[in-house]
């Protein structure tokens, strides 16, 4: 895949893992809606499973930065830094999209050397 294509690809990922952090915030207002509503261990757990639970899982002895992915109400935590992955409401706000769309290759998630990078499927 080329360069620009990579870019594309992970950009289009950003802005639907923008939308998902601001509606996976939202509160469910009816049984008839909910069908469109995202649900996270529907939609939004199998994107954080194969793209990021190898540092941020389940394994307390791998998890960096004490974020961990795997339930819901972790991400909405306030880590040592002071910031939190997923901040309600707030996409803007929220570390979690700063970190996948970042081109600084030192904040870049997932890490420019982990073996799978974001894609837009």
């Not at 509606?23 to 207002?29: D, F, K, M």
């Not at 389940?58 to 974020?67: E, I, S, T, V, Y």
């Not at 972790?74 to 999209?97: M, N």
Request: aromatic share 6%; net charge positive.
């Amino acid at each position: 895949m080329s360069r620009k294509s990579k870019a594309i690809a992970t950009s289009a990922f950003a802005r639907v893992l923008y939308i998902i952090v601001f509606l996976i915030s939202a509160p469910v207002r009816s049984m008839e809606k909910s069908a469109l509503l995202i649900d996270f261990n529907r939609d939004i757990r199998p994107i954080f499973s194969e793209n990021c639970y190898a540092c941020h899982g389940p394994d307390q002895n791998k998890r960096k930065a004490g974020l961990r992915l795997d339930h819901e109400a972790d991400a909405f935590k306030v880590l040592k830094s002071g910031k939190a992955a997923v901040v309600p409401h707030d996409p803007a706000q929220s570390e979690l999209i700063r970190r996948v769309t970042t081109s600084d290759p030192e904040d870049r998630m997932p890490p420019p050397d982990f073996l799978k990078q974001l894609n837009k499927t």
